[in-house]
């Protein structure tokens, strides 16, 4: 909780005092139409990219196949739009980076491992639910399944 107050005061506090640094160097209108532009180009891409992974998860579920790693892509995708959007240097240096599929590549990663990190230590459970009225819950103490599944999902 702490933590995720601290996130909430320190990202915009820093986000708040780069605007006005960038604003005293290159003018209050300068520094507005950066945000506009970044907000624009950003919703773009993002919207872009958004529609191609759509596409893959349509073509993947077609084939029948999980689309696990395209979902996770669209989240990202996502994530990066709405912060994209949001004026600031941090969060557009973030936002470009999730649009990136080779820094996005790295951050599915990184949040897999946070995952099975979770799932090992009994902070998270995954339960899956796949064409049936039961509920199966697949963690590690599950005898029939591997833990952790391999990424990406198949």
């Given at each position: 909780m702490a933590k995720l107050l601290l996130?909430?005061?320190?990202?915009?506090?820093?986000e708040l005092a780069l605007l006005i640094e960038i604003g005293s160097r290159i003018?209050?209108?300068n520094t507005l139409l950066l945000i506009v532009v970044t907000g624009v180009l950003g919703a773009s891409l993002a919207s872009r990219?958004?529609?191609?992974?759509?596409?893959?998860?349509q073509d993947e579920t077609v084939r029948g196949q999980m689309p696990g790693s395209a979902i996770v892509d669209g989240v990202i995708i996502l994530v990066a739009g709405i912060v994209l959007m949001t004026p600031g240097i941090l969060t557009d240096i973030l936002g470009f980076l999730c649009l990136i599929p080779a820094t996005r590549s790295l951050i599915?990663?990184?949040?897999?491992?946070?995952?099975e990190r979770a799932v090992h230590n009994n902070r998270a459970r995954v339960v899956v639910n796949v064409g049936s009225s039961e509920t199966q819950?697949?963690?590690p103490s599950d005898q029939d399944q591997s833990w952790p599944p391999s990424f990406p999902p198949q």
């Open positions: 996130l909430f005061i320190l990202v915009p506090a820093t003018g209050t209108i990219q958004g529609l191609a992974v759509l596409r893959q998860i599915k990663d990184r949040l897999w491992q946070m995952l819950d697949h963690g």
